[in-house]
């Protein structure tokens, strides 16, 4: 294996020098500009990071604290959510079939604190079960990007049960179980507040192998391992199926199947990541992965007209996260603004570039500190192989397709959030036919 790593590394150095290089370059001037506009939080900044970590569940949730019965539960170690999301958009100019459509998505998590529940210090379990229902508003724009983050086959599952055990003072710790790569993995914490799902995970890494990687809406088997050299550095490198659930089967539950054919997919990465928010840099990162899995080639085929067989893939990637202004004696209230870079191998995978990037003003407005508005862009570059691939189906498309997102979010009540949503799509090329695509619409998230 770890033969396997190094030569993969390698063959990134040697492929991609030009690429790679420009992401090196952009982290170093993110890291530096972090570096000098990082200030010493006082006392009262500190004492807000640590409120992170409580629960305020009259103000936070719509059945509020059950008569102090949820504190009590989790100060003995036992913490529960349930959330419904839904989305309702329309496709208003554009795309291909001008229409309205929604998909929801209920949520169920369980957290167990092993150390307060049964003495286990450093342990710790979680269980995340999913229900989707409605409509993919991917039929109606035709593009690759998906309007919707939580659209999904029509499904009850468990999507990630898993154990962690933590040492050395939450320095090390290890997981194994069902586990969603990207609940650690190329997290940009600014841009969770847009809808689309390529701000979820960046595309060229959400849209390769059989099945997608370890994420939403289908996960595998993993072992991750995540060391804290420091409070705010890290590293993590899991090793995961590299075919979740069943790629002819989505709608039926939760499935593990550990096939031979499947192989492997190898994710690493390491960062840095401030235990508050200052202005200047809070958490910037740079990851890589490999699938050792057999995929197909996207044109190539051989002699019986069956795709010609390639033996895994590899891709890199690197964020930045940060702070541009924050309103006096506030670490909330203020401007935020991150930067993605992605690239992927070509041959079987349908986009080789990503760039992702965006601004979030939180508490624009004074009688509303909680308010986020955020305007954000994705760019695929589409492959060689791809862009062939469509041309083959009668689908010609340009050589990039861009998204434009402009969003609002605003609390309504106790566990309740509304935010209206716009998105525009320019050169759809997932889909023949499809023009340039404007959808508006909103999500709402109940907290139960």
């Given amino acids: 294996m770890f033969l396997t790593q190094a030569l993969f590394f390698g063959q990134i150095f040697l492929v991609k020098p030009m690429k790679l290089a420009r992401i090196l370059f952009l982290l170093l001037i993110s890291f530096l500009y972090g570096l000098f506009q990082a200030t010493t939080p006082n006392a009262q900044e500190l004492e807000h990071g640590k409120d992170k970590v409580i629960h305020h569940f009259e103000s936070d949730t719509l059945t509020g604290d059950w008569k102090g019965l949820r504190s009590k539960l989790y100060e003995r170690g036992v913490d529960f959510e349930v959330e419904y999301f839904g989305d309702l958009f329309s496709l208003v100019s554009g795309g291909l079939d001008q229409g309205t459509d929604f998909t929801g998505l209920l949520e169920l998590e369980l957290h167990l604190d092993g150390g307060r529940l049964l003495g286990w210090q450093g342990s710790r379990f979680f269980i995340f079960g999913i229900g989707s229902h409605g409509n993919d508003f991917l039929e109606n724009v035709g593009s690759a990007h998906d309007v919707s983050s939580i659209a999904a086959p029509d499904t009850f599952k468990f999507l990630e049960l898993w154990y962690e055990q933590s040492f050395l003072e939450d320095q090390v710790s290890v997981l194994f179980g069902l586990y969603d790569l990207t609940g650690e993995f190329d997290i940009r914490p600014t841009a969770q507040l847009f809808v689309n799902g390529a701000f979820g995970t960046g595309q060229d890494l959400s849209e390769t192998g059989k099945n997608g990687p370890s994420t939403f809406p289908a996960t595998s088997l993993a072992a ?50 401030s235990d508050y928010e200052k202005i200047g840099l809070n958490k910037v990162g740079m990851g890589a992965w490999i699938y050792t899995t057999d995929l197909d080639d996207l044109v190539r085929v051989d002699a019986n007209g069956n795709p010609i067989q390639q033996s895994g893939t590899y891709g890199i990637y690197a964020f930045v996260d940060g702070a541009i202004f924050l309103e ?32 979030v003003y939180q508490g624009l407005f004074p009688n509303r500190p909680e308010d986020k508005m955020g305007l954000a862009f994705s760019m695929d570059h589409f492959s060689e192989s791809f862009k062939q691939k469509q ?46 695509a404007a959808s508006i619409g909103f999500r709402f998230s109940i907290n139960l």
């Fill in 391 to 436: 041309e083959q189906n009668q689908i010609l498309i340009e050589d990039t397709e861009v998204l434009l997102e402009l969003t609002y979010s605003f609390r309504a009540g106790s566990g309740i959030y509304l935010q209206p949503d716009f998105q525009y799509v320019f050169n759809p090329a997932q889909l023949k036919g499809a023009s340039n």
């Fill in 224 to 273: 991750r391992l995540k060391v804290k050299p420091t409070p705010s550095l890290y590293y993590m490198g899991a090793i995961l199926d590299g075919v979740p659930g069943d790629p002819t089967n989505p709608t039926n539950g939760t499935q593990i199947d550990l096939n031979g054919d499947d192989g492997l997919l190898i994710a690493h990465e390491i960062g840095y990541e």
């Fill in 328 to 359: 006096e004696g506030s670490i909330s209230r203020g401007l935020f603004s991150f930067f993605r870079i992605g690239i992927a191998e070509e041959d079987v995978n349908k986009i080789d570039l990503y760039l992702d990037g965006g601004l």
